[in-house]
C-alpha cells in the first residue's frame, strides 16, 4: 500500500518563477493538507483541500493556491517566488473526520 | 489561532538516559496531541497521540503525559538509544478542524 506520494523530490527555482508541486495521498484518504517547512522550524499550514475545495487555509498569501482533483490527488501552485519561499514543503493525507495525518516526504523548494 | 510552544529546543543525552520534551498550547479547546518523529531528510512520523479524555499514554519505551488544565503535555522516552536521536515535533489540534498546529521541534541528541 503505497503511502504518501510527493514530486519532484528537488527543486530549483527562480525570484519572480511559479513552481507546482503534487501530492498523491494514501490509498483510502480524501483529504490533502499542505505545509511549509523552513529550516529548523514545525511545519507551518498552508490549506487543506476537501471535495476538490479548500476547506480551511492558513495565514499564507494568495500567491499560494491549490487544487484537488476527483481522484484526491493535489497541487500546491507558488506565484511570484520569493528568497523566502526556499523551504520543505509537506504534503499530508487523511480521512475526514479522522485525525490521523500521514505525511509525504516533501518537496524541498529552492529560490535563488 | 492555537499557538503551541515546544522546550526544549536541544537536548543531549547519554544513551540509556531518559529524555523529556515538553509543550503548552493556547486553545482550551484543543483535545487531540500527536508527537511526531523527523529523521535528518525524512518524512515526519507519527509516534505517539493522546487524546483529552485521557491523562497519560504509553507505547513501549515512549510515554505521552496531558494536563488540560495547565494545557500541556509531555513526551517521555526512557532508555534512549541512538536511533531515538531525530528532531521530534508535538502538535495540538481539535474536533472539526483535525488540523494540527505544530510546536517548533526538539532536536534530541543521544550519544552511544
Known amino acids: 500500500d503505497a503511502g504518501v506520494t510527493q514530486s519532484p523530490t528537488h527543486l530549483i527555482k527562480t525570484r519572480g518563477q511559479q513552481v507546482t508541486l503534487r501530492c498523491s495521498p494514501k490509498?483510502?484518504?480524501?483529504?490533502v493538507s499542505w505545509y511549509q517547512q523552513a529550516l529548523g522550524q514545525g511545519p507551518q499550514f498552508i490549506f487543506q483541500?476537501?471535495?476538490?475545495?479548500?476547506?480551511q487555509r492558513g495565514n499564507f498569501p494568495d500567491r499560494f493556491s491549490g487544487h484537488q482533483f476527483p481522484n484526491y490527488s493535489s497541487e500546491l501552485n507558488v506565484n511570484a517566488l520569493l528568497l523566502g519561499d526556499s523551504a520543505l514543503y509537506l504534503c499530508?493525507?487523511?480521512?475526514?473526520?479522522?485525525?490521523?495525518?500521514?505525511f509525504g516526504s516533501g518537496t524541498r523548494l529552492t529560490v535563488v | 489561532g492555537e499557538n503551541v510552544e515546544q522546550h526544549p529546543s536541544t537536548l543531549s543525552v547519554q544513551e540509556g538516559d531518559s529524555a523529556v520534551i515538553k509543550c503548552t498550547y493556547s486553545?482550551?479547546?484543543?483535545?487531540?496531541f500527536p508527537w511526531y518523529k523527523q529523521e535528518l531528510g525524512k518524512r515526519p512520523q507519527l509516534i505517539i497521540d493522546?487524546?483529552?479524555?485521557?491523562g497519560e499514554k504509553k507505547d513501549q519505551r515512549i510515554a505521552v503525559t496531558l494536563n488540560k488544565t495547565a494545557k500541556h503535555f509531555s513526551l517521555h522516552i526512557t532508555e534512549t538509544q541512538p536511533e531515538d536521536s531525530a528532531v521530534y515535533f508535538c502538535?495540538?489540534?481539535?474536533?472539526?478542524?483535525?488540523?494540527?498546529?505544530f510546536g517548533r521541534g526538539t532536536s534530541l541528541i543521544v550519544h552511544p
Open positions: 499530508a493525507s487523511s480521512r475526514t473526520s479522522n485525525y490521523g495525518y500521514t
Open positions: 486553545d482550551s479547546a484543543s483535545n487531540y
Open positions: 490509498s483510502g484518504h480524501d483529504t
Open positions: 483541500y476537501y471535495e476538490e475545495e479548500e476547506r
Open positions: 493522546i487524546r483529552s479524555n485521557v
Open positions: 502538535a495540538a489540534s481539535k474536533g472539526g478542524s483535525y488540523i494540527p498546529t
